[in-house]
């Protein structure tokens, strides 16, 4: 990635900026401290990764403002991109990707800012993290690699090149191995349980087999018993089939009872109804006279009612017609009462417009007075424009009268506070010195302690460094005692071998070599207690060594706040000693302003001007009050200009009115002709006649209709007399058959009687022969009802032996399938555990940093040949041998380890024992190469470089060196940006990236 623009808008401490990169390969970024350098590299991160120093994204906008937005231009993999980073205060942000085409720049943005940024991750081949570590060189990174452990220095290795996720892997790796560990222990305890419940499957299966030989016992009992029954039952049917038959028969003869009593009723009724219907038929010929008298009264009632209907006909119709006459009346009615209303409205605004026209005259004399009253207010006008921006002078220089008054008045208690506070600082100069002492005195004992502090902390930092190499020696000899305990066990065997030849011992050489082991490992125990012993006593030292710093710390607590006391009453004091002379400098400007406020002695310009002006405003002799008279005067006769408009409306309107009139009094006389024809001559008034001369046709009276009606009610009774006679003649012969039939059915009736009667002695005399089985069917049944209750309770309880052999044969199927998921538990438990050890520290991790360091080790040489004239070179050692003081070479263990040989013309030395110079270009050499590995292997070529190396740190010779080994490898760089706040430094490089701060935000300059 090659920077080419870079453009700030609110961002962090700059405001409005650009800084173009184009022609700068090696550069110096210089400023003071606080001046905003190290902004422009976040504004880079953030534009690009959304990423800064800032706790939070808000904090990345400038004070005061409420948007931020930073424009970056950069080359990567031979093409241009740009990339726009906007944010809002207290709203959400907005992210811009473009690449730059022959015609200008093409959006590449994605839908939401998350998609985006995955595209220029895409297109970039850099994410933040290996940015940083990488294109970013910051202080301290390299000398902390070469200062650490060797076992530190691979798990440095392992955090730069990303090995973490493995770490992930190896633990997801370790849980699915303890949940399939878990889940075999499982399984093999369930399989034990369903195996104790598959040994019940023999004795389930014997009970089962004696059971159902005792139930086909109890089965042939009952079979027997119920043939039995079924005997018993047949008797006791046929007895009752003779009770349900003797019931039947006695029901029926009670039944025919009832029948010959119902039949002695109705003939007795029919007897008398038809000596009823007898007499009725005497009066036969009385009857028939009255009902056709009744006849013929009613065929009068309905030719009158039919006279009636037509009548009501033609009434209705003549109803309706008048109705409609007398709409067509009132609508030409509303016609003629609307013409007279508009008659008498131009009758009124004739009167009302000869009354406007009758004030004319006085119009016109009121238009006299408006004309004059107007000249007097436009003089007026004039003159006022004149006065105004007089007056408006005067009231500013009034103000600036009122402003000098008051400054003088604010500086005039500005002395007074001030003298009153050196009077105060006069007076306080003698306990100030006093204080200065005693807190001097404080601060030497203090720092008398803090030398002490540090040789107790120098002191504490030697028994701990005492204490980490006891502990190196105590795993040595740990380790050495586990050998020699295993050698010893090894020699136990009766054809033990040598544990350092492997040849056979005979017994004069075992015992020697037990006897040797035993005494090394005697040894070895003795030193292994020394050890612990001295770091028992370092412990305790270091105890001691801990409470005393904590005690001697807290007594040093007041130092700082002293020295800050210190420094403030020494300031104080020095203020005091020029007090008596700013006093009478004071008094003096006091006096001085008292006397130039008591005669207006200030801004004599001003008053000068302001009297002048004065004297040509009393010329003028503008008065508002005069002005405001003019305007009243002319708002009191505008009213003749509307009277004057009203006037010409109303001549105007009284011709138009003229001309009208006339038409309104002939559509008057029009309407009145139209009502006296539609009420004599219109075809409703001639409909309304010809109905009215036929319902004098119809001739219906409505007295006589009313007589009919009345004698036809009287007469009504005899059709109703006339309807029974008709009725009892038809029902007479009916009547004397139904007697004569209820003779013949009450005679059969009594035979049938008989006869019933006669059975049912028949049926009792049966019953009376035969035997009731009742109480052996009771018996035998409760028999049954018992044996079928055992029975029941046997099969239950075969059922439950069934259904359990049936869940030991499922239990037999289940205990196959789990233990096939056993095996395939172990299985994966043995698989992830092997996956464990691959992803951990010695596996895949290991392997991977193996292939990492032969390319890092190259990359190293190359670049520290070029810094040292091919006078250094650095070797990567992963593995050593390991072995105790008194092991041989042949049973040496090979240690993990990242050893780093350094060697040079006078051979292999150690790091410390090179000069500030050497180790300088080693460190810077490692650093570097691991910049250049980690952006390989992000899949980007290292083009830019930022060194924050720190110069502050470097003496002069450390500063040059630092300059030269940049100089020396800017060849393989497209942009190097270097960093510093040193001013002396600016003039190594060629191009300077100034930066200063003023009051409106960083600045930055560009000096090549």
């Known amino acids: 990635m090659i920077p080419i623009q870079l453009t700030l808008k609110n961002f962090l401490s700059y405001c409005d900026t650009t800084l173009d990169f184009r022609g700068l390969h090696t550069a110096c970024i210089c400023g003071s401290n606080g001046a905003g350098k190290s902004s422009l590299l976040e504004a880079i991160t953030w534009a690009i990764w959304g990423e800064s120093r800032a706790p939070s994204e808000d904090d990345v906008i400038h004070t005061g403002a409420k948007e931020v937005r930073v424009d970056f231009i950069f080359e990567a993999n031979q093409q241009t991109y740009k990339v726009i980073r906007t944010r809002v205060r207290g709203g959400s942000g907005a992210l811009e990707f473009q690449i730059q085409t022959p015609t200008g720049f093409r959006a590449l943005t994605g839908k939401g800012i998350r998609a985006t940024q995955d595209l220029i991750l895409e297109h970039i081949k850099l994410d933040y993290d290996t940015f ?15 200062l650490k452990r060797p076992t530190e220095r691979k798990e440095i290795l392992a955090e730069l090149l990303k090995l973490n996720q493995y770490d992930e892997l190896e633990e997801r790796a370790k849980e699915l191995s303890r949940q399939f560990k878990a889940r075999a222990e499982e399984l093999e305890r369930l399989l034990d349980s369903l195996k104790s419940q598959l040994q019940q499957r023999e004795a389930t299966a014997q009970k089962q087999a004696e059971l159902e030989g005792q139930i086909n016992q109890l089965q042939q009992v009952q079979a027997f018993e119920n043939i039995q029954l079924q005997s018993l039952q047949v008797v006791q049917h046929q007895r009752q089939n003779w009770e349900q038959q003797l019931s039947f028969v006695r029901q029926q003869y009670q039944n025919l009872t009832q029948d010959c009593d119902r039949l002695q009723q109705e003939h007795s ?30 065929s009068q009632e309905e030719a009158m009612g039919a006279k009636f209907e037509e009548h009501t006909r033609a009434q209705q119709a003549r109803q309706q017609k008048q109705q409609q006459l007398t709409q067509q009346i009132n609508e030409i009615e509303r016609q003629l009462q609307h013409a007279e209303a508009q008659l008498a409205a131009l009758q009124q605004q004739h009167q009302e417009l000869q009354q406007t026209l009758s004030k004319s005259d006085e119009v016109e004399a009121a238009l006299a007075q408006l004309a004059a009253a107007r000249n007097r207010l436009a003089q007026m006008d004039q003159l006022q424009l004149q006065v105004a921006p007089l007056l408006q002078q005067r009231v500013t220089l009034q103000s600036q009268l009122n402003r000098a008054h008051a400054g003088l008045m604010a500086r005039f208690e500005q002395l007074q506070a001030t003298e ?74 009766p054809n033990a ?36 012993e001295r770091m028992a006593v370092s412990d305790r030292e270091i105890q001691v060594l801990r409470q005393e710093y904590k005690e001697i710390s807290q007594q040093l607590s007041p130092y700082d706040s002293l020295r800050e006391q210190r420094g403030q009453l020494a300031a104080q004091l020095e203020v005091t000693s020029d007090v008596e002379q700013q006093l009478q400098q004071i008094v003096a400007e006091k006096q001085h302003l008292e006397r130039s406020l008591q005669i207006n002695d200030y801004a004599h310009d001003t008053h000068a001007e302001l009297q002048q002006l004065e004297q040509y405003l009393q010329q003028l002799n503008y008065n508002e009050q005069d002005h405001a008279l003019a305007r009243n005067e002319v708002e009191r006769w505008r009213w003749a200009e509307i009277r004057l408009s009203q006037i010409k409306d109303a001549t105007k309107r009284q011709t138009q009115l003229a001309a009208r009139k006339p038409e309104i009094e002939a559509q008057i006389a029009q309407l009145q002709t139209r009502i006296q024809q539609e009420t004599t001559e219109s075809e409703c008034a001639r409909q309304i006649a010809a109905l009215e001369r036929h319902m004098t046709e119809i001739g219906y009276v409505s007295e006589q209709h009313n007589n009919l009606r009345i004698a036809v009610r009287k007469t009504q009774a005899w059709e109703l007399r006339y309807q029974q006679l008709v009725g009892i003649q038809q029902q007479y012969p009916q009547l004397k058959a139904r007697l004569q039939e209820l003779e013949v059915s009450l005679q059969a009736r009594l035979t049938e009687r008989q006869r019933y009667n006669l059975q049912i002695e028949s049926i009792v005399q049966q019953l009376e022969e035969s035997a009731n089985p009742s109480a052996q069917i009771q018996t035998l049944e409760q028999q049954i009802t018992s044996r079928r209750r055992q029975l029941d309770e046997q099969i239950a309880q075969l059922g439950r032996l069934q259904q359990q052999s049936h869940q030991l044969e499922t239990l037999q199927i289940q205990y196959d399938q ?37 390319q890092l080790e190259a990359e190293t040489n190359q670049l520290l040949s070029r810094l040292s004239a091919n006078q250094l070179h650095v070797q990567f050692v992963t593995q050593r041998a390991g072995k105790s003081a008194k092991a041989s070479k042949k049973n040496a263990k090979l240690i993990d380890t990242l050893d780093i040989l350094i060697a040079d013309a006078r051979g292999t030395r150690a790091y410390e024992t090179y000069s500030g110079g050497e180790a300088f270009r080693i460190n810077f050499a490692i650093r570097l190469a691991l910049a250049k590995l980690l952006a390989q292997r992000a899949g980007a070529a290292l083009q830019l470089l930022i060194v924050d190396e720190g110069f502050g740190t ?32 600016k003039e190594a490089f060629q191009a300077r990236i100034e930066v200063n701060k003023t009051q409106s935000g960083s600045q930055v300059r560009l000096m090549i």
Request: contains cysteine; glycine residues 4%; negative net charge.
């Open 132 to 146: 940083i570590n990488s294109a970013y060189l910051r202080q301290g990174r390299a000398d902390e690699f070469m």
């Open 497 to 532: 071998i040598c544990p350092l030849c492997e040849r056979s011992l005979d017994e004069h050489h075992w015992n020697r070599v037990v006897d040797k082991t035993k005494v090394e490992y005697k040894d070895a125990e003795d030193e292994l207690w020394i050890v612990r």
């Open 818 to 854: 789990q233990q096939q998921q056993l095996q395939e538990a172990k299985r994966q438990h043995r698989i992830y555990q092997e996956l464990s050890q691959a992803f951990g520290k010695n596996g895949i991790q290991a392997l991977m940093i193996e292939n990492v360091l032969p």
């Open 954 to 985: 470097q003496d002069a010779e450390g500063c040059d060196r630092l300059i030269a080994a940049i100089n020396a490898i800017a060849s393989d760089f497209a942009c190097i940006l270097t960093v510093t706040h040193m001013p002396h430094l």
């Open 420 to 493: 009153n506070q050196l009077q105060r600082q006069h007076r306080r100069q003698p306990q100030l010195q006093q204080a200065v002492i005693e807190v001097a005195m404080q601060i030497s004992e203090l720092e008398k302690k803090r030398v002490y502090l540090q040789r107790v902390q120098e002191k504490g930092q030697e028994r701990r460094h005492l204490i980490e190499r006891l502990q190196a020696h105590q795993r040595d000899f740990e380790k050495l005692l586990g050998e020699l305990q295993q050698k010893l066990q090894m020699l136990q065997n």
């Open 269 to 298: 009724a029919i007897d008398n109804q038809l000596s009823s219907l007898e007499e009725l038929l005497t009066q036969e010929a009385e009857i028939k006279a009255g009902y056709n008298q009744y006849q013929i009264l009613q």
